[in-house]
Each structure stands twice: as C-alpha cells, then as structure tokens.
C-alpha cells in the first residue's frame, strides 16, 4: 500500500480515510462492541470515543439501540478475523458481502470529501449498516492486496479482542504490544518451572 503512506503525507484527508486506517476502525469498534464478558453492552459514548479517534466528525449522535445493532454487526464480522487463513475468510467476507452490504457506489457526501467508495445503501445509513458495509469494504481491500487473512485474533487466552495484520513479515499473534508482553512474561515463568530440571542436568555437564 505504498501510494497511500505517500499520499498521506501530503492529504489529511487520505490518512483517515486510508483502507489501512478504516481496518483499524473495524478492528477497534469491534473490540470495544464484543471484547469483554463481564460488559456485554458497552456505553455509547465508549464507542463514540472510538470513531472520535479515527476522524468522526461531530456531533456523533449515537443511542443504545444502535449500540446494540453495531454489535450484532461486530460479531458477523468477527468471523473475518476467526477464519485463520486467507480462503475462509474470503468465503466470510462474501457471506457479509452477499447478505449485508449495498451495490458498489461512488460518493463526496455532497461535495464535502474526495470521492471515495461505499457499500452502504445511501449516506444516510444507520450505524450498524455503515459499519459492516465500511469494514467490509477495507477488509475485502486488504485481502486482495495481501492475499492473506486482513486479521486475526488475539493469542493471548485472556483477551478477546481482533487486530489488523500489518504488512510483510513475520505473522502478528497479539493484539498489542500489552498481550505480547504479558504473555512472554507467562511463558519465560512457565520455562524457568519446567526447565528447572533441565538447568540442573545442564550444570552437571557444564553447559550454559
Ligand atoms: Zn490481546
């Protein structure tokens, strides 16, 4: 995705809109609509914090029911981020496609931004359609470009939430750098009571 970092630098407006930066909005409204068990419903105003964050601009006017319905959406979409390998979740994003999403169209929301691609039915969608039909718009563009699952979820057995696979490299297992750490701090406890044993024979032979 060179064209977009380098058109970011020069437009603002590219940077929130980028597919990279609408795929890490899914993956954040997702994680704040579904992540926890002990609060099944969060508060509109955490949401609203949310798109605050990745451009929305105000006023966000947001009530419980459409909370409610956003969060139906996140889970359907986190079957994208549960399919693992880049097949399955095509096939998911093509369910959502198929079930959930308007025609392709161009809009400028009346001439107040560059024109850009949605596949919700109109701009005056309610929440929970522009939210599935926005993420899947920059999930599908993320695996086409990648040819690789967009996401996937968090390794950490105590977390529940997605994140967006970022570029080339090794592949990404934690949602954040606070789940990478907590669970090698597990695992290094875990080495050292197993490994006790195993340290010992190594005195004995004189090993590092
Ligand atoms: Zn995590």
Redesign the pocket.
């Known amino acids: 995705m060179r064209y977009i970092r380098s058109m970011a630098s020069t437009d603002d407006w590219s940077t929130r809109h980028s597919v990279l930066a609408n795929a890490r909005r899914t993956a954040a409204l997702i994680n704040v609509l579904t992540g926890t068990d002990d609060q099944p419903q969060p508060q509109p105003d955490a949401v609203a914090e949310v798109l605050r964050q990745y451009g929305e601009l105000e006023p966000i006017e947001i009530n419980s029911g459409d909370i409610a319905r956003m969060r139906a959406a996140a889970l359907l979409l986190r079957e994208v981020f549960a399919a693992g390998h880049v097949d399955p979740a095509a096939e998911a994003l093509n369910r959502l496609l198929l079930e959930h999403t308007g025609r392709l169209r161009l809009t400028s929301h009346g001439g107040s931004t560059p024109w850009h691609p949605h596949l919700d039915r109109h701009d005056d969608a309610p929440w929970d359609e522009w939210f599935l039909a926005s993420s899947c718009l920059a999930l599908t563009v993320l695996l086409w470009d990648r040819q690789r699952p967009p996401g996937g979820l ?3 057995p ?4 997605v ?1 967006v696979t970022q570029g080339p490299g090794p592949a990404r297992r ?3 750098r ?3 750490t907590r669970e090698r701090v597990a695992a290094h406890r875990r080495g050292h009571q197993d490994g006790t044993s195993l340290s010992r024979a190594r005195e004995s032979t004189g090993e590092a």
Do not use: E, K, V
């Open positions: 968090c390794a950490s105590s977390c529940q939430n994140y934690y949602c954040s606070r789940c990478a």
